[in-house]
């Protein structure tokens, strides 16, 4: 596959043309475009089209894209997107965990190339109304796909120790069950203000101190409304069976756990032992053939970037490219990656 790797680095001169509105900028785009190794005509897949930047870089790029997204607002907004690609783009709402299914019902059985952008959107960040950060006030919704249990509901019904499991597991936050305490002390809950500074409260963090603590549980928050885990590791199968041999597979992740999980995945489906972790226990070896080439070593954002985009500093990508083997059975999946 070197000579790909060749062709997708030419294609990412193509990149730096593009306008670089923030809405559309996402984390290593330049490094993904390149890990894809795009050749005009192909079919890819942006599995997680929240803005479109990617999708927009991939058009740049030749291709023909199908993107999904499980939040409504993503969907009506990319529709001028899907206007001006002049028939060359696919606008599909729904889950990415379930994207092998919602090609298929496209006529679609197999593609060049998938991406995931695993996380909250800087849409979704940026607007207080849909209640994922705590930067400005707003409802404590954070609910991607704008159905279901939203944080307020979980919140103020949970548990003290269901609450605490979550922000240890999901944010890594060591005093989980002082920050769970306070919680159930502060219900109703209604707000994202109020959340935040019931959290600063019980961390006893000064105003204006940096780092600020409520991040980590708000993290944690929303990866537990969204099943945030459960889906990556969904999609990732699904990826194994839609990719044709040869197809390339990247993913950009902010959080450890989910790097983890993805580094394991990999690493187990291109043949070599995946790490366990205190979140998920290591796999058992499988004989199976490997259906990933060895993947290509992480890449992290420049100092530019950084400076460029703050949010990317915690950002991973990895990528492999798909072999011929049939995909795993699922249940060998989840035996080897759920909690």
């Known amino acids: 596959m070197g000579r790909r790797q060749g062709e997708g680095a030419q ?18 785009r330049e490094e993904v475009i390149a890990a894809l190794a795009i050749l005009p005509g192909e079919r890819h897949v942006d599995a997680t089209f929240g803005a479109g930047g990617y999708t927009r870089a991939m058009l740049a790029a030749g291709a023909e894209v199908v993107a999904c997204d499980r939040d409504p607002d993503a969907i009506a907004e990319g529709q001028a997107l899907v206007a001006e690609s002049d028939g060359k783009l696919t606008l599909i709402h729904g889950r990415f965990g ?3 299914r919602l090609l298929a019902e496209r006529g679609i059985e197999a593609v060049d190339g998938i991406t995931f952008d695993i996380g909250v959107s800087s849409m979704q960040l940026d607007r207080d109304a849909r209640g994922f950060s705590f930067q400005k006030d707003g409802p404590l919704d954070m609910r991607m796909a704008q159905e279901g249990e939203s944080a307020a509901d979980w919140l103020n019904r949970a548990d003290e120790s269901e609450i605490a499991d979550v922000l240890f597991h999901y944010g890594d936050e060591r005093q989980s069950r002082r920050v769970a305490r306070a919680i159930v002390a502060a219900r109703p809950l209604s707000r994202t203000a109020e959340l935040a500074t019931v959290i600063r409260k019980a ?21 537990h409304i969204n099943n945030e885990l459960d889906e990556l590791v969904a999609g990732l199968a699904a990826a194994e069976r839609i990719l044709r041999p040869g197809g390339r597979l990247a993913v950009v992740s902010f959080h450890s756990t989910e790097d983890r999980i993805v580094k394991n995945f990999l690493r187990e489906r291109s043949g070599g032992d995946a790490a366990g972790s205190r979140h998920r226990p290591a796999p058992t070896p499988l004989a199976r053939a490997a259906t990933f080439e060895t993947p290509a070593r992480k890449v992290r954002p420049g100092k530019e970037e950084e400076a460029r985009n703050p949010r990317a500093r915690s950002a991973t990508l990895r990528s492999a490219v798909r072999t011929a083997a049939p995909a795993w059975p699922d249940n060998r999946m989840k035996e080897a990656m759920s909690c």
């Open 11 to 28: 294609v990412t001169e193509l990149l730096p043309e593009l306008h670089r509105d923030p809405r559309h900028d996402p984390v290593l």
């Open 98 to 100: 379930e994207i092998d």
């Open 203 to 223: 961390l006893r963090h000064p105003p204006g101190a940096p780092k600020d603590p409520s991040t980590k549980s708000f993290q944690a928050i929303r990866i």
